[in-house]
């Protein structure tokens, strides 16, 4: 359904047909339109992953919310990027003696009422102290606490019924291997918290997105959840200890595995997109063809104005050839406002079915 209909409203119709067919026709693949999935938030705008940051995504028109999941000490379920707490909070300055050697302040060394005590603001990088992104809201202003992911969906359906708009979620599972090394399993915890809020299948909006892919298969096959589920891609290079070649994951053998356990990817923008060749035209992967052919969603990270890729003046262009030009069927951005914006002129459509 949702492919046939963009076929009609695009004249990139030959890209699309290619595509068409093997395009999955179930759940959310049918919403219609491309969906924007609001990148922890309408993060451009207010530090990630706080709730005035969800606040506004949904303000916005985001299809999607994004929630990364860590677990703290007392194994509740905090809605935080990384592992790690100094990125985006005072915890260094809190709590000087509670860093690990590596120098750094995990989330599970701390309990759920320590981390609720701590400021959170726009994320510094930890070796310069500078801002990550120097033109968003300014680092100094610390009005803002982590939330757990019971708070954040509380609000989500809030705002839903206030709105009369209803926004998903699409829940990540962090480094949900290294939670269990730690004697955390983080799995039960988060299909605890999203059976208890009505997320069962993805009548119910709902994404889960990890990278690892034993805890995606141990979703599908063990637990059984009809929860959508989609492999991230990133570079070994990234995380050399992860047990996962995702550049053979990459591969037309590897995206049919994929499929076995999974109902998309979400690849890197750099694994899709690899700047210009010797003429100015854009070099692309095959990557978003294959995944359609293996029956996947592409679900692409991350579109930024202020992080634009080789070869793209504006976000505009960086929109039309992910939305247009590749066909994806949906993307993680920073700036849903625009996202929301630009597709309503390459697409002609507002919002899902
Ligand atoms: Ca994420």
């Given at each position: ?153 509380s609000l989500i359906r809030g705002l839903n019924r206030s709105t009369g ?189």
């Amino acid at each position: 359904m949702r492919r046939r209909t963009v076929l009609f409203l695009l004249p990139m119709a030959t890209v699309m047909t290619a595509t068409a067919a093997a395009t999955p026709d179930v759940g959310p693949a049918s919403l219609g339109v491309p969906i924007v999935i609001a990148h922890r938030g309408a993060s451009a705008y207010l530090p990630e992953h706080t709730l005035a940051a969800k606040a506004m995504a949904h303000a916005m028109g985001a299809d999607f919310l994004e929630q990364d999941v860590v677990l703290t000490r007392d194994g509740q379920a905090i809605v935080l990027h990384d592992l790690y707490l100094e990125g985006v909070t005072d915890v260094a300055r809190r709590f000087p003696d509670r860093a690990r050697a590596d120098g750094r302040w995990y989330a599970i060394d701390f309990s759920l009422a320590e981390i609720r005590s701590l400021r959170l603001h726009e994320r510094l990088d930890p070796v310069t102290g500078q801002p990550v992104f120097p033109e968003r809201f300014p680092a100094e202003i610390d009005l803002f606490r982590i939330h757990t992911l019971e708070e954040e969906l509380s609000l989500i359906r809030g705002l839903n019924r206030s709105t009369g708009r209803t926004a998903g979620i699409y829940v990540e599972l962090k480094h949900p291997a290294w939670h269990i090394a730690e004697g955390l399993d983080p799995v039960p915890v988060l299909m605890r918290e999203l059976d208890r809020a009505g997320y069962r299948g993805p009548e119910d909006r709902v994404y889960i997105q990890c990278f690892e892919p034993d805890t995606l298969k141990r979703l599908r096959e063990v637990i059984g959840t009809r929860i959508p589920l989609i492999q991230l891609i990133g570079e070994n290079a990234w995380s050399p200890d992860l047990p996962v070649d995702f550049e053979r994951m990459r591969t037309p053998e590897g995206l049919a595995a994929v499929a076995e356990y999974a109902d998309g990817i979400g690849p890197w923008i750099g694994q899709i997109h690899q700047g210009l060749d010797e003429t100015g035209a854009h070099r692309t992967t095959r990557l978003v063809a294959d995944a359609h052919t293996a029956g996947l969603l592409v679900h692409p990270y991350t579109l930024r104005r202020d992080a634009l890729p080789e070869g793209f003046g504006d976000f505009e262009a960086l929109l039309r050839f992910f939305l247009v030009d590749q066909g994806v069927d949906g993307v993680f951005t920073d700036h849903p406002d625009l996202a929301v914006r630009l597709r309503r002129v390459f697409i002609g459509k507002d919002q899902p079915e």
